[in-house]
């Protein structure tokens, strides 16, 4: 915890907090309705109300209300009040949003690209196109692995290590992240995921990628690369994959193994298209179609079950195709799962749930991100 020296250092901990409240409420809260929640008196909270209407970050207004009473107020963003920038940059496309307190995300900008670097030129110039006096921070999911913050890793896409620092500028306050472990921050901020202990998430697009979630908080690892699991050997695959290594789990699981089973050439962020006609068709009853799902499914279950083993989750959820597998062939990754749990585990398997953010969780993560820098106290302190 941070300690507090000053009573303008507890001003604006406090300040935080409140504003936290506000952004991560699943409704307007009221004024008395915060206080509750964060243990502050009435006259606290009419300071803290107060300083940061006065601020420009927060605004107070009267909710609709039927009956007889004093007027009930909510606290709501403030019409020039900061917003962020979020971006998900996928192996072929972009797509930018802002976010404003409350988490309302509100799409700007979307494109292919050309699968080199040169996207986050696209990306910058796209911002500069949108960005307002109100825009105070960026956040960007990014589908590979990023070592120590900055060094970007796509296998798939023949990336090495693509230092970010030569693409991004220092305008604004700026966190990128992996798709897979923002999309479970989403999921435990906005979705399936809230108030769980301990939780696995997994993303599946061209591949597969995940999270281990602690309080909803996703584990980084000693250089903030963890989470690939999409790269241990948990079916049996002897295929060679694009990131070096033989028998990856991403072998089996995602668009680029339904491609595979087609006899169509996998990887360099290709065939996503394809993919989705290859699920459409396993909903219509097409039995070859059927078959790759099915082996997708089996083999999604498989690695959940013997992940399980190791990591003891409350809940596992899905999101990008894992929806669809989930939707198609629920019994059939259940059934791996169980087969690949330790006997004793059997009787109380984790939940597999579908996510509820749905296919912008990776975009809605960065958006957290982006706002988690908006509300630190030190980017406060320039505003109070």
């Not at 290590?161 to 030569?166: F, S």
């Not at 789990?249 to 050439?265: C, I, K, M, Q, Y």
């Amino acid at each position: 915890m941070q300690q507090m020296r000053t009573s303008a250092d507890l001003r604006i901990h406090n300040q935080a907090r409140l504003l936290r409240a506000v952004h991560d409420a699943d409704e307007p809260l009221t004024r008395a309705g915060a206080g509750r929640l964060l243990g502050f008196g009435r006259n606290t909270m009419a300071t803290l109300v107060g300083e940061l209407e006065a601020a420009g970050l927060l605004h107070e207004v009267r909710a609709d209300v039927a009956g007889r009473g004093r007027p009930t107020t909510l606290l709501v963003p403030h019409p020039r009040g900061p917003i962020a920038f979020a971006a998900d940059i996928r192996e072929d496309s972009w797509t930018l949003a802002q976010i404003e307190l409350g988490g309302l995300l509100t799409e700007l900008a979307a494109g292919e690209h050309d699968r080199t670097p040169a996207v986050f030129e696209e990306l910058r110039a796209a911002m500069k196109r949108h960005a307002t006096g109100r825009t105070a921070a960026l956040g960007i999911a990014v589908t590979g692995p990023l070592r120590d913050g900055h060094r970007l890793h796509i296998s798939h896409l023949d990336w090495g290590e693509v230092d970010l620092r030569r693409h991004l500028d220092d305008e604004w306050p700026t966190a990128v992240g992996n798709d897979a472990r923002l999309a479970g921050l989403a999921e435990a901020r906005r979705g399936a995921l809230r108030r769980t202990g301990t939780a696995l998430h997994f993303h599946i697009d061209f591949d597969i990628g995940g999270t281990l979630l602690l309080d909803g908080d996703p584990q980084r690892g000693a250089a903030n690369i963890a989470g690939e699991f999409g790269h241990m050997p948990l079916t049996g695959s002897r295929l060679r994959c694009m990131c070096g290594v033989h028998g990856c789990w991403s072998l089996d699981v995602g668009t680029n193994a339904l491609l595979r089973h087609f006899g169509r050439e996998p990887g360099h962020g290709r065939g996503r298209e394809f993919g989705r006609e290859i699920v459409a068709r396993a909903a219509a009853g097409d039995p070859e179609a059927g078959r790759a799902v099915d082996d997708n499914a089996t083999a999604l279950g498989r690695g959940l079950g013997a992940l399980a083993n190791a990591l003891d989750p409350e809940a596992i959820t899905l999101s990008g195709l894992g929806v669809d597998l989930i939707r198609l062939r629920r019994d059939l990754i259940e059934a791996a799962c169980a087969d690949a749990l330790m006997e004793f585990r059997r009787a109380t398997p984790p939940r597999i749930l579908a996510g509820t953010v749905g296919e912008i969780g990776p975009l809605r993560g960065a958006a957290e991100i982006a706002f988690d820098a908006v509300l630190h106290p030190d980017e406060l302190r320039k505003r109070l």
